[in-house]
């Protein structure tokens, strides 16, 4: 690149408009940088087709609400042959309360002598605004006794009421009292004499409450009342 400044250049009409390619941060995808204590910003570039080297470059952060914000140490102004410039967030952001960084998407402008917006012309450069990046703020910390799940309360109900937890409860119930039924078919097919005994069983228990409890030093027993007694002897402790 050649100087702007001093003698003029006799740049040919046929070349190229001046331009600069953004090579940090990549511009793949949305970079997000967090506004915080020691947090800093560089963006780097290289030239390409320049034949007048500006002056000076301007750099500037336009953000999606309107506002805009200077890059870097010297209020957005850097020398013209610079390809890269850092910018504290933090210290922006304290020395600038009036018009702090907001967490919004922001657009990167940079341009030369000739000011934003300027026609394209050969070998000068021409501004660039592909670049976009965003910005956050962490939050504040919060001790953990103090701490509350603000969703937590009624994250239960929500499940309980959710039309697929609703249908899934329904199901398996059916799926337990058909099994169960087949279950108890198939016992009574295959163990008949067992199914009886057992219903035998359980019946005599709890078909009436013991009335009358005997006692001597070695046995004790438990008698029933009904159309017959049934007797359980065991050894008193």
């Not at 006799?10 to 506004?35: C, E, H, M, R, V």
């Not at 002598?113 to 300027?118: L, Y």
Request: charge should be negative.
């Amino acid at each position: 690149m050649s100087s702007s400044s001093g003698s003029s250049l006799n740049i040919p009409q046929t070349a190229p408009a001046g331009g600069l390619t953004i090579t940090q941060p990549p511009q793949t995808a949305t970079s997000y940088y967090k506004i915080a204590p020691s947090i800093t910003l560089t963006f780097a570039w290289n030239f390409t087709d320049v034949l007048a080297t500006p002056t000076s470059l301007t750099v500037s952060a336009v953000c999606d609400n309107g506002n805009t914000y200077p890059v870097g140490p010297t209020n957005g102004i850097i020398p013209g042959d610079a390809t890269s410039v850092t910018w504290d967030l933090w210290g922006y952001q304290t020395d600038h309360p009036n018009l702090p960084l907001a967490e919004e998407t922001y657009t990167l402008h940079i341009w030369g002598d000739r000011g934003p917006g300027a026609a394209r012309e050969p070998g000068e450069l021409s501004e660039n605004s592909a670049l976009k990046f965003a910005m956050y703020s962490p939050e504040a910390y919060t001790p953990l006794e103090s701490w509350t799940c603000p969703t937590c309360n009624g994250a239960l109900s929500d499940y309980t009421s959710h039309p697929a937890f609703i249908s899934l409860t329904i199901t398996f119930v059916v799926m337990f009292l058909s099994g169960y039924s087949l279950i108890r078919q198939a016992l009574r097919e295959q163990y008949p004499q067992l199914t009886a005994t057992i219903a035998t069983i359980a019946f005599s228990i709890t078909r009436r409450p013991p009335t009358k409890l005997a006692a001597s030093s070695d046995t004790a027993s438990i008698l029933y009342t009904g159309p017959s007694y049934h007797s359980a002897s065991f050894f008193a402790s």
